[in-house]
């Protein structure tokens, strides 16, 4: 059954949007959107998505919804406005941030959109392109963290746990503090932006995966994901989490 968890924020009206967001009941690549949807005092439904329930959502709808499958067609006045699709799920898959009825999916599309309503957006290209250039190699790193993780193999998967400990991860990690390090603090453009919430917000996640505190050693980037997760907000959100909404239960195992 889909957990339904009405959140309040501050500064809503009845002309505001109606966000629901769609996820699994853990942290994951919906974590990053929680914090910026609280962060940004953003009224929301947060939706999560039991693993038992997930093919059942995945199938059609007998009634059809509105999804807007590209942002140049729903933005062009002279094309149709977004266009009809039958499935529940634009893509099949999650997050999707719903607004207004609309589904829209992908995590980072969906953190661009919502960092340009909370202010963690760039000031101009070239703030933008190093906000996405640190957001495409964490997601980088996120993969193959992923790929270890889900491997279906026991012996593949402990044959690839050695290299991503003591290579991958370091290797990301290392640049990602000297950037820090390079830019008071932050990941880019020496201020706080969505590049941090996207990085940090998933952390608590890494640490359940991989069983210790990823970001040992790394002491810019352990300050930084304090502040990122003392920000009024998501202190508040961060402070009322489950341990089964870090990680959803299934996933832990020897």
Known sequence: MAATCPLAGAGTSHSSPSYKLHYFHLAGLG???????????ILF????IGAEDWPEHKKSRTATLRICISPLLCGDSSLPSPLLASAEMPFGTMPVLEVDGVMYTQSRAIC???????GLAGAGPEECLRIDMIVDA????????SDWFYESSPQTKAAKLGPLVDKTIPYYLSRFEDTAK??????ANNKLSWADF????PMTWFDAML???????YPVLQELRRRVDALPGVA?????RTNSEKLCPRFVGP
């Open 198 to 201: 996207y990085f940090c917000a």
């Open 211 to 217: 069983r210790r505190n990823v970001l040992d050693g």
């Open 31 to 41: 974590e990053p959107i929680r914090y910026m949807l609280h962060y940004g005092g």
């Open 112 to 118: 661009r959109f919502l960092a340009g309503r909370v």
């Open 45 to 48: 439904e947060d939706i999560r």
């Open 182 to 187: 390079e830019n008071s603090g932050y990941l």
């Open 138 to 145: 964490f997601n980088d790193l996120r993969a193959a963290v």
């Open 236 to 240: 508040t959100y961060v402070a009322s």
